[in-house]
Every structure is written in structure tokens, then in C-alpha cells.
């Protein structure tokens, strides 16, 4: 299965193997307790969101010097 979500073609998650622990990439929306904890703790909010990903797009293009 290919990730749309992913800029590559992996067929297989990424993962993590923490002693017995296995961490993988969740791709999915976040449900009503992570949006809130996101929200909450991280000020995290779909305008901020925007923001941010329209700030890092114009990093990555040049358009903005640090």
C-alpha cells in the first residue's frame, strides 16, 4: 500500500523498535481527545496550522530570510 501523505513510495511504515516497543507514524486525523490536547497544550489550532504551513513553504521556496 502506497501513503499519498508522504512525499516518498514507501510500501511500509517507518518504524522504531524501542527495546519492546515498536513506534510507527499515525497518518490519520487526530480524534476529539488528541485535537484537544493539541489545542490545549500546544496552541494548535487549523488557522495556526495554516499559518505555519504557508510560513514553512515560503522557508523551503527562499522567500523569507532568517
Not at 512525499?7 to 510507527?24: H, N, Q, S
Amino acid at each position: 500500500m502506497k501513503f499519498p501523505t508522504m512525499l516518498t513510495d514507501f510500501d511500509e511504515m517507518p518504524a522504531i523498535k524501542l527495546g519492546e516497543y515498536t513506534l510507527t507514524f499515525e497518518l490519520d486525523p487526530l480524534g476529539p481527545v488528541g485535537q484537544g490536547v493539541a489545542e490545549r497544550e500546544l496552541r494548535e489550532t487549523p488557522e495556526r496550522q495554516k499559518k505555519a504551513t504557508e510560513e514553512l513553504r515560503n522557508l523551503l521556496k527562499g522567500k523569507i530570510l532568517l
